[in-house]
C-alpha cells in the first residue's frame, strides 16, 4: 500500500510520503494560501505518488477542521482513493523537535517544518494500523 499525507496550513500544507506503508518520509512543502491553487499544486504529487490511501493531518478542533473537510471535498474531483482524516495534534512541536537536532539553519529547518510535521502524522497513522 501506497499512502500521500498532508499537513494542512493557512499558508503551508506539508506532505509526506510512505511506499510500503511502514516508514513515512517527508516530500515536499507546498507554499499555497488559497485552497483552489493549493488543489492545483497538489495534483502533481498526487499523479506521481499514486497512493491508495491519502491522509489529511486535522486538528481536534478549529478553522482547519472545516478547511481539511473542504480540501478532501474538493480533492476527490481529481482522486478516487481513500481519505481518511487523522489527528494531528503536536505533529508540530515533533517536528520542531526533530529538526532541532540537526545542523541545518533556522531557514532550512522552517523550511522542512511542514513536511517533517506530515512525515510525523503519517508516521503515527502507519504505526497505529
Known amino acids: 500500500m501506497k499512502y500521500l499525507c498532508l499537513d494542512l496550513g493557512t499558508a503551508h500544507t506539508g506532505l509526506s510520503v510512505s511506499e510500503e506503508g ?10 499555497e494560501k ?3 491553487s493549493l488543489i492545483g499544486k497538489l495534483t502533481p504529487y498526487l499523479a506521481q505518488a499514486n497512493p491508495d490511501i491519502l491522509v489529511i493531518g486535522t486538528p481536534s478542533h478549529g478553522l482547519l477542521v ?5 480540501l478532501a471535498e474538493k480533492v476527490k474531483n481529481i482522486y478516487n482513493g481513500q481519505i481518511i482524516f487523522y489527528n494531528e495534534d503536536l505533529s508540530s512541536k515533533k517536528a520542531q523537535k526533530t529538526l532541532n537536532s540537526t545542523t541545518k539553519s533556522h531557514h532550512q529547518k522552517k523550511q522542512l517544518e511542514h513536511q517533517t510535521a506530515a512525515a510525523h502524522i503519517l508516521q503515527d497513522y502507519l504505526d497505529n494500523l
Open 22 to 31: 511502514v516508514h513515512a518520509t517527508p516530500l515536499a512543502t507546498i507554499f
Open 34 to 36: 488559497d485552497l483552489d
Open 66 to 70: 472545516d478547511y481539511g473537510k473542504l
